[in-house]
């Protein structure tokens, strides 16, 4: 598998760690009541089918990636940059 | 037997070898199959369960029977392919699975009891008694098991790994991946051509055939002076690509120095990387055996392996030879031999309506009913549409069609197509993205269908690069239909009908499998083991699939087929694994003090992927604990020295660090006085502990952090999550400078009158200070901090002098009764003064239960706060870090009951995680979780260590066992 | 019919004509008592148990494709009780006695060969993680031994003591450990089911499930509706697709673990040995092959097969662990999808909907734990209570911090 | 007070050659890491100027006279080689990086081959020219890789690896030359 990280260009999969799906972006906040941290931390959609999920480039250039990708086929349909992506973070 | 004047191998250089202790003699360029059938060899091999005679059945990596050992010692080598290895001088081969000779094997006695042994068989018996399976039944099944051995010495051999790139991967030199290759390179896009054999050129090199009215051999010869002219092209001969993976990525196998003596540095396989852009898949078709009775024996052979034999190495494997076949191109097997002066006895053809114009009798609706011959064949029994007859021969080729190669197409789980023409199945389309098959591999079998196919695929593949194609003429070619009738096995005879030679399946074992309703193929293949042999069903797969659509009454399409799963060939553990062997396993990291510590003899251990000293044995001492204690009552009474560069370090700077390490440590920084330093607790998102460490502020917007070793690369992994998730619009960056400071903790009471030696002037430095000092013109760094409990420093400088630094500080604490300490007395010191390492924070502890869920700010989020509050994670019952203090040793990884309970689960109140004999108090000491433990200071607990056979009592105390004022500390 | 070795010598005399089918193939009735999905090792071993424990015979298993043919049929066969945090250490203590009267009680010869797992340690810290194990086991009331340098080289003399990166320090042993024949424990199962008068449906893939009113009435199918009051989810794999049928979101992520074995060679290790450092672990089967693996692929995947770098650093762990393995040659490498839960533990729990129960999340230890979580799943959807050695195995832990993490890893789902 | 002596990461480790392939430990220069702020980089090309470099592209370098500033990781690149302008302390975080790496020359006709059995990446010289720049993994190691002509590349690791990598360089050289001897 290779991802094309938006900085280092096209890459082999060892070059980097997976975390997790998209979920873990979307950090409640600190009072948010139990289930929405539950959902946050444990339960997922797992889709077998196309996903968003969270990649570090560790032995690059340290970006956090969101990947947009087929769970059954292994394509890779769009790569971008955590801290660069659209909606932007806090 | 050795034909004059044909075949391409080099008759110049003779080769001797031996098999199985004679000696025998071949030609650079032959294979040891073709080498032994050239010395009239034809017995190489015991079958897997029956143990029968077998002999060599194709010429390629598919082989399933002639299977050898060779080399000896370290180098031995089970499971070679006779029809791979090509022959050297020198070359010791084997045959394998039987004794005590391959004539006479005692376990062909399964032979006879194959009634007995039929498909699953085993599933039904050896129940009773239950312990005679480990001590009986299945040591008796293990040794009859297996094929080859390993020597069970280690393979010190070289191997590599390598990686390769290229517009366009053409897999197989056959005329569909030449004509692919010449087409990509003359376009100018970069070109790999991979072919598995020692020669490129396929069927043909092996086949009579002709392009453009010239000899095939001389139209590869040709073309591949052309390619080798050319540099964008890459030519790797002997190389099988292994696997089709993800985003145009093959493994591909190399046997580099396979074919000739080991040699220094020289590797005997290569496994390769290659990233394609496209790919054509032109690897050809494997022609099928055709099942009826004893056709398992040696001297049976696939008529293009005969063919392959006359016409690569002048070799024909027999004195007088029959022909069987459903279809029409394998007679060319025949007339190819008559034309080289052997005798062929008869053609059979399955076929009724088959042309009987041939220089040798033609059967058709020909049908054989048995063969003779114990150790080789002699005759064949046959019914045909005239009647039926014996004949004497000694080799039988035979022909059941051809089945594309087109395994790789399923890696990607492709599931291919039957084309009931062809009766075989064809790669699905797209199956791999990006990959084209061509050829016979895609069920063209036609020379010219084959040239058309590659260069169309070459075609595509320019396309989706943006290149144009040249303007390429075809060559002439035979372009005659595949004309085949679809025939499995003699209906209607006894006798047992092989399938699957290497696994010894047979057409009974499958309509077994049906008859006890394993229809579904997959468990057909479970219960009978077809396909499962080292030929992984290659030769099989497609005549079982047709015997149990039949006895399930089903068409091929629907029964469906297996599933093809890399590696395309057995790849060797060590090929794949190159790089892996002894230290190369993992990086080495030494420490700027490692000399200094080796020169002072203490053994170095590995803390992750660093080496550390465990203690600095002096004259005298006879074991790691007289050290150990040493260097610890030294620490307390003067003054020692370790390194500590190990611990992660990571430079925090901008106008948002502080809010910024808010956030990510539990307590507040935001407070820290610059010039300060401050114990830090971090949590994971889910509200256990990640890692402690100390952070010290060396400017309003600058900070340095301290992880432990242990968690240094996770810690830097989650910083850069929070950020760049959280709060990527921050002022803050932050930057490892772990490798870039040496840094030495310097603790006892005499550490300060050692630094200032050093130093000159010391400064006023309070308990957590940090100041900045020069040495000489060197800048470094000074923390006022212990891991200790002694009054300690920490003294940070850049990692060139760390070595010249670090013996200069022993020889300085040297002078005033100090001295260099190791990781041994660093765990004891630490265990006394109760301080945690990773052995407490094991991933499954919260702040609660080490006593710092004060430490969690009120005032303020952090990560994993939220979670940290889940009824769960606090309270009574959960294990609280405690002391344990005993009078003898006690055990890490002991486990806590309360003196008269019963020793059991439901009655267990915790474990021990880190034990140390401590000298400064005379008490064995154990930092230790215990249910609801910090309310049971002062009670005794019985601990209990089964594996190390230790049942005490122990006083439950305080963690912090010396110094719990911290008076020392801050002295 | 009764399987012995006197019948296998008679059918062998008379042309093994007489063996009867394994498992009848029903087609579906308009109603069962209970439905489970999934015809894996789970799923068959709840129907076993249900029709022998519980005398619920009027059940049905609904299998998408043919009986065993998810993680039963593509795992390493490896059986142990060697966990250590109560929850797991009963409940795979359990099993480990089901497994121990397996062949016996199925009638079929599953080869479960306690030869013994032996997993390997390289530093202070872990022989102290792993003396912690082995006394939880004991404690359990099962069996540890702990093993030295010295230990472990009379045992497994072809380990590389003197040039591996990661130095071995010592092993736990752990002698009832071992292994079965995966394919055998699925058929077994089946075929005692099937006895007991249990419908084993296969190609009958499940596409809805009906729920009115809070309850669970029955499932919509590729073969058509079928009514039930009690419906168990045992799809290890789907487990998150057929969760959503009744519009639950599971705290589960799907990924790959592959495996490899080898060409057959003659008997060379004789245990089960497992590699600390290298997340390795290794054993030979009886026809000759050797069976490995290592970590996840460590990415969300349903695709059934790996990619390269796993590939590689396995087979770098066998080779500095042991490097008389070189010239094996791997045959075949597949990959399975492990349903990952966020503390490596499984679920055998009810759900929010009356009658419905899930029996998910065995990350890649679903093998060995096939007889237990049978047994214990046939027992909640018997008595609609847990059974005391799954109590802990329940859907809501994550939410109250109930964790049971025995890698200490955290809730992030490839860890475990 | 003592005069500490400095000594490189690869002290002892004399050049070596290989089938003409020269594997050295290059001469540490002054490496200091530059990580500009958000929104700050026209102020930090702006403070670069004086020394005639701009922030460099990803996979790039900026280069004159003897400083280059060499793309090292998202929001980074290393000054090596000059002095870092006072300027830049406003907008960018600064840290001394000079004893943290190790600097590798490889140089020689099998330089590039012998970088493709460790490095997972596409080394041609159309795919990876003279002056370009990554960060890749060396087998297992982070590595700062840079081609610094058609047959030379300098490959930077952490210092503590510098062995590791040299090892295993060593060894990539070492099976090429007997490859060489093959045919």
């Not at chain 2, 629907?558 to 694994?577: C, D, E």
């Not at chain 2, 100090?818 to 660093?826: D, K, S, T």
């Amino acid at each position: 598998m290779r991802l094309t990280c938006p900085l280092c260009g096209a890459r082999d999969r060892r070059e980097f760690t997976y975390y997790g799906a998209e979920d873990y972006l979307n950090r409640p906040a600190p009072d948010a009541p139990p289930q929405a941290w539950d959902d946050y931390l444990h339960n997922r959609d797992n889709p077998a089918g196309v996903t968003r999920d969270l990649w570090y480039h560790d032995m690059g250039c340290s970006s956090w990636l969101l990947v947009t990708r087929n769970t059954v086929t292994h394509e890779i349909l769009a790569v971008e940059a955590v801290a660069d992506r659209k909606g932007g973070a806090a | 037997m050795r034909l004059a004047g044909k075949g391409l191998i080099d008759r110049g250089q003779p080769v001797t070898f031996t098999f199985d202790g004679s000696t025998y003699q071949g030609f650079r360029g032959d294979t040891l199959a073709s080498a032994l059938l050239a010395n009239d060899v034809r017995l190489v091999g015991r079958s897997f369960k029956y143990h029968r005679p077998r002999g060599i059945l194709t010429a390629g990596s598919e082989e399933p029977n002639a299977m050898v050992e060779i080399l000896e010692g370290n180098q031995q080598t089970p499971n070679v392919r006779a029809t791979v290895q090509e022959v050297f001088d020198g070359l010791a081969a084997r045959s394998q699975n039987r004794f005590p000779s391959l004539k006479f094997d005692l376990l062909g006695i399964n032979d006879r009891l194959s009634p007995f042994l039929s498909a699953g068989f085993y599933y039904k018996t050896f129940m009773w008694p239950r312990p005679f399976w480990e001590k009986l039944y299945e040591p008796l099944i293990r040794r009859a098991a297996g094929l080859g051995s390993l020597s069970r010495q280690h393979d010190e051999a070289q191997y590599e790994k390598a990686w390769a790139f290229c517009d366009v991967l053409v897999i197989g030199s056959g005329p569909a991946g030449l004509m692919a290759a010449l087409t990509a390179a003359r376009a100018g896009a970069d070109v790999i051509l991979a072919e598995e054999e020692a020669r490129m050129g396929g069927r043909l090199v092996s086949d009579n055939l002709r392009v453009d009215g010239q000899p095939g051999v001389d139209w590869v010869e040709g073309t591949l002076a052309e390619l080798r002219a050319l540099p964008n092209v890459r030519l790797m001969t002997r190389t099988t690509v292994t696997g089709a993976y993800d985003d145009g990525t093959f493994g591909a196998l190399e046997r580099v120095g396979l074919h000739c003596g080991p040699a220094p540095h020289l590797p005997r396989e290569c496994f390769w990387r290659i990233v394609a852009g496209q790919s054509v898949l032109a690897a050809g078709a494997l022609e099928r055996p055709l099942a009826f009775p004893d056709n398992d024996r040696p001297g049976i052979m696939l008529a293009s392996a005969v063919r392959s034999y006359l016409h690569r190495y002048g070799v024909v494997p027999g004195h007088r030879i029959a022909l069987i076949a459903n279809n029409d191109a394998a007679r060319a097997t025949a007339r190819d031999l008559m034309a080289a002066g052997v005798k062929v006895a008869a053609i059979l053809d399955t076929r009724p309506d088959a042309s009987v114009v041939e220089d040798c009798p033609v059967y058709v609706n020909a049908q054989i009913t048995g063969t003779a011959g114990r150790l080789g064949l002699t005759s064949i029994t046959f019914r045909h549409a005239g009647g039926s007859a014996t004949l004497e021969v000694d080799t039988l080729a035979m022909s059941g069609g051809w089945n594309p190669t087109l395994h790789l197409t399923c890696h990607m789980n492709g599931r291919p197509l039957w084309r009931e023409d062809i009766a075989a199945f064809v790669p699905a389309p797209d199956a791999v993205p990006r990959l084209t098959p061509a050829g016979a591999c895609n069920g063209t079998f036609s020379t010219a269908g084959a040239f058309r196919e590659g260069q169309d695929a070459a075609r595509r593949a320019l396309a989706a690069l943006g290149r144009s194609a040249p303007d390429l003429a075809l060559p002439q070619a035979e372009d005659a239909p595949y004309a085949l009738a679809a025939y499995w096995e003699t209906p209607g005879v006894e006798g047992r009908q092989w399938l699957d030679f290497a696994n010894d399946v047979t057409t009974k074992d499958v309509k077994l499998s049906a008859q006890e309703n394993f229809r579904s193929v997959e468990h057909m293949k479970r219960y009978t083991t077809q396909g499962m042999a080292p030929d992984q069903g290659k030769n099989s797969n497609v005549g079982a699939l047709a015997v149990l659509a039949d006895a399930t009454g089903r068409g091929i399409p629907q029964t469906g087929t297996t599933t093809f799963r890399p590696p395309y060939v057995p790849t060797s553990i060590a090929a794949m694994g190159a790089g892996g062997r002894g230290a190369g396993f993992a990086p080495q990291r030494f420490l700027t003090s490692d000399q200094a510590s080796r020169d002072r003899g203490a053994p170095m251990i590995e803390a992750g992927l660093w080496y550390r000293p465990s203690y600095f044995p002096k004259p005298g001492e006879t074991t790691w604990l007289e050290a150990c204690n040493r260097e610890t009552r030294m620490l307390r009474d003067s003054v020692g020295v370790a390194d500590v560069s190990t611990l992660g370090k990571i430079d925090i700077q901008g106008r948002d660090a502080a809010r910024f390490l808010d956030l990510v440590y539990t307590n507040t920084f935001s407070t820290l006085p610059v010039g300060r330093v401050r114990y830090g607790l971090m949590l994971r998102e889910d509200g256990h502990v990640l890692d402690d460490g100390t952070s010290a502020r060396l400017g309003e917007h600058h900070f340095l952090m301290t992880t432990t070793t242990a968690a240094a690369g996770l810690v830097m992994r989650h910083l850069d999550f929070v950020h760049q998730a959280f709060c990527a619009g921050w002022d803050v960056r932050f930057t490892s400078v772990t490798e870039s400071w040496a840094q030495f903790a310097v603790a006892g009471p005499k550490a300060r009158d050692l630094l200032a030696t050093l130093l000159g002037e010391m400064p006023d430095l309070p308990f957590m200070g940090v100041a900045d000092v020069t040495l000489g013109k060197v800048r470094a760094r000074l923390f006022r901090i212990s891991f200790s409990g002694e009054h300690g420093y920490e003294i940070a400088i850049p990692t060139r002098f760390g070595e010249a630094l670090f013996r200069d500080l022993v020889a300085r604490a040297e002078i005033l009764g100090g001295g260099p300490y190791g990781m041994e007395a660093l765990n004891v010191l630490r265990i006394e003064k109760g301080f945690i390492t990773h052995a407490e924070i094991h991933g499954r502890t919260t702040a609660f239960d080490i006593g710092m869920e004060r430490m969690v700010s009120a005032k303020k989020d952090c990560i994993g706060k939220a979670a940290a509050a889940r009824p769960g994670m606090t309270g009574p019952e959960r294990d609280q870090l405690v002391g344990l203090k005993a009078t003898s040793p006690m055990g890490a990884g002991a486990h806590l009951f309360t003196p008269g309970d019963r020793v059991h689960r439901e009655t267990d109140q915790g474990y021990v995680t880190s034990v140390c004999y401590s000298p400064t108090l005379d008490a064995h000491l154990a930092l230790a979780f215990l249910r609801n433990g910090r309310a049971r200071h002062g009670e005794t607990i019985r601990v209990v260590d089964h594996l190390r056979k230790i049942d005490i009592l122990a006083e439950v105390t305080d963690p912090v066992f010396h110094d719990k004022e911290g008076v020392k500390l801050r002295a | 019919m009764r399987y012995s070795g006197l019948r296998v010598i008679t059918e062998g005399l008379f042309g093994n004509k007489g063996w009867k089918p394994a498992w009848r193939d029903p087609a579906p009735k308009a109603e069962y008592d209970a439905i489970i999905i999934g015809g894996g090792g789970h799923g068959l071993s709840t129907a076993y148990y249900l029709a022998k424990n519980h005398g619920m015979t009027n059940i049905a298993v609904l299998e998408k494709g043919y009986l065993g043919s998810g993680n039963i049929g593509r795992n390493t066969t490896i059986v142990r009780a060697n966990y250590f945090l109560p929850g797991n250490s009963e409940f795979y203590s359990h099993s480990m006695k089901l497994w121990e009267g397996l062949e016996l009680d199925l009638n079929y010869n599953v080869m479960h060969s306690q030869r013994g797992l032996i997993n390997l340690f390289h530093s202070d810290g872990q022989r102290d993680a792993f003396v912690r194990r082995g006394n939880s086991m004991i404690n359990q009331g099962d069996d540890a031994i702990l093993l030295d340098r010295e230990g472990v080289r009379e045992m497994l003399p072809y380990l590389d003591f003197e040039q591996t990166r990661f130095p071995i320090y010592g092993g736990l042993y752990h002698p009832r450990g071992g292994t079965a024949r995966h394919d055998a424990v699925a058929w077994g199962y089946a075929r005692g089911a099937d006895r007991r008068g249990v419908d084993l449906i296969q190609n009958c893939e499940v596409t809805g499930i009906d729920i009115e009113g809070g309850r669970v009435t029955g499932v919509q199918t590729t073969r058509g509706a079928i009514k039930a009051k009690k419906v168990g989810m045992v799809v290890a794999g789907r487990s998150s697709q057929v969760a959503a049928m009744a519009g639950m979101r599971l705290p589960i992520e799907s990924h790959i673990l592959q495996a490899f074995v080898t060409e057959g060679l003659k008997p060379v290790i004789d245990h089960v040995v497992s590699f600390g450092m290298g997340h390795f672990y290794i054993s030979q089967s009886d026809k000759g092959g050797l069976v490995f693996g290592g970590d996840l692929d460590f990415y969300a995947s349903y695709a059934s097969r790996g990619n390269l770098p796993m590939v590689e650093h396995v087979m770098e762990a066998g080779m500095t662990l042991m490097p008389m393995i070189g010239r094996a040659k791997v045959l075949r490498s597949w990959g399975g999808i492990m349903d990952m839960s966020p503390d490596g533990s499984p679920i055998i729990d009810k759900t929010h909907i009356d009658g419905l129960f899930v029996d998910c999340g065995w990350n890649y230890g679903g093998f060995k734990a096939v007889p237990a979580s049978g047994f214990c799943m046939a027992h909640l959807m018997a008595t609609g209570e847990s059974h005391p050695v799954a109590a802990r195995f329940t859907l809501n832990r994550f939410a109250t911090g109930h964790i049971l993490d025995e890698e200490g890893t955290g809730s992030q789902h490839n860890l475990h | 007070m003592p005069d500490l002596i400095a000594k490189s990461a690869l002290a002892g480790h004399a050049p070596l050659v290989r089938a003409g392939t020269r594997l050295a430990e290059c001469a540490a220069a002054p490496i200091t890491s530059i990580a500009p702020y958000p929104g700050r980089a026209a102020q930090v090309d702006a403070a670069l100027a004086p020394l005639g470099l701009s922030f460099p592209a990803p996979n790039g370098q900026s280069a004159s006279g003897t400083a280059r500033l060499l793309w090292a990781g998202r929001d980074m690149a290393f000054l090596i080689g000059a002095e870092t302008p006072a300027a830049l302390a406003d907008h960018a975080s600064l840290t001394d990086q000079t004893d943290g790496w190790a600097i590798l020359g490889l140089s020689g006709p099998l330089a590039e081959a012998a970088l493709m059995r460790p490095v997972p990446l596409d080394l041609r010289l159309a795919a990876f020219p003279v002056g370009r720049t990554a960060r890749a993994p060396l087998n297992h190691m982070q590595a700062i890789l840079t081609r610094t002509d058609d047959q030379a590349f300098e490959v930077m690791v952490f210092r503590s690896m510098a062995r590791t990598a040299w090892a295993e360089l060593t060894e990539a050289l070492a099976v090429l030359e007997a490859r060489a001897k093959l045919s």
